[in-house]
């Protein structure tokens, strides 16, 4: 995997430290900030509500090419 | 502002009903990253809960055309950055709007191997898009998809369209970048 080489162990265990301040953090590197911040961030439903909507009236996709050919799921 | 729950939102999410099986576990297992590309790309909750319904929108016209060539993960965010650039596109070009200099971030003293501190995670989101909006479209996209750990350097480059050696070049000025910028939102 990527992370493997992007971040030194030291940096790593930077990452995992947590300061005494409750609110304060310390991250080794960008990516892991953004990766923490991604993290905490949720979808708003609102967006699977508009996509029940947009998709309600479609035919529902069809199987991709490949796994039908792999023999998958379809009917 | 509804991109930051307060506390540690759930991992994958309820899983999503949208009709078919296959598209439903699509969507619960790649929104929040999709979702969360778009939003810190284009700095709008807004446009990128917008963003993040006609990505998928398209993904479930489309699905039948993935070939399997790629992670869906990948040909998701391909789908996505292609949607955000246009978005951006139209923007910049109905109002002058430069973007940052990369070159700047050539000379500037930084410590990129220096950990990151903040005092007050919650207002973490706050300061990370601001630090993003300073930073180059292309320096921001490229920390955003290696930030995703899914990614491989190599699909990192095949989604920017360069080597994943230039990624590793470019991301070295993008830290340095992030991490300059991201005192002065302090």
Known sequence: MKHQT???EEQQQVAAQQTESS????FASAEEMLRYDAKHTTVPPAVVQRLQKSTGDL????????????GGNEP | ???????????????ADLGSEEFSSLYTEHSRAIYYLALRFLSDPQKAEDATHDVFLKAFR???QFRGESSLRTWLYRIAINHCQNLRQSWHDRHVFSNADDAVWD??????????RVLETKELGQRIQKTLDGM????????????DEELTYEQVGALVGQSPDAV???LHRARKAFAVLFEKTA
């Not at chain 1, 609110?23 to 310390?26: D, E, I, K, V």
């Not at chain 1, 035919?59 to 792999?70: D, E, V």
């Not at chain 2, 502002?1 to 899983?15: I, K, L, V």
């Not at chain 2, 180059?136 to 930030?147: F, G, H, I, Q, T």
């Open chain 1, 23 to 26: 609110g304060a953090r310390t």
């Open chain 1, 6 to 8: 992007k971040l030194s």
């Open chain 2, 1 to 15: 502002m509804h991109q930051q729950a307060t506390e540690s939102a759930p991992a994958a999410g309820a899983p």
């Open chain 2, 136 to 147: 180059s479209d292309e320096y921001r996209l490229l920390l955003l998809l290696v930030a």
């Open chain 2, 107 to 116: 000379n500037a003293v930084a410590k990129t191997d220096s950990p990151l």
């Open chain 2, 168 to 170: 590793r070049g470019k």
């Open chain 1, 59 to 70: 035919p529902g996709p069809k199987t991709s090419w490949w796994k039908r050919w792999l």
């Open chain 2, 62 to 64: 489309k699905l039948d």
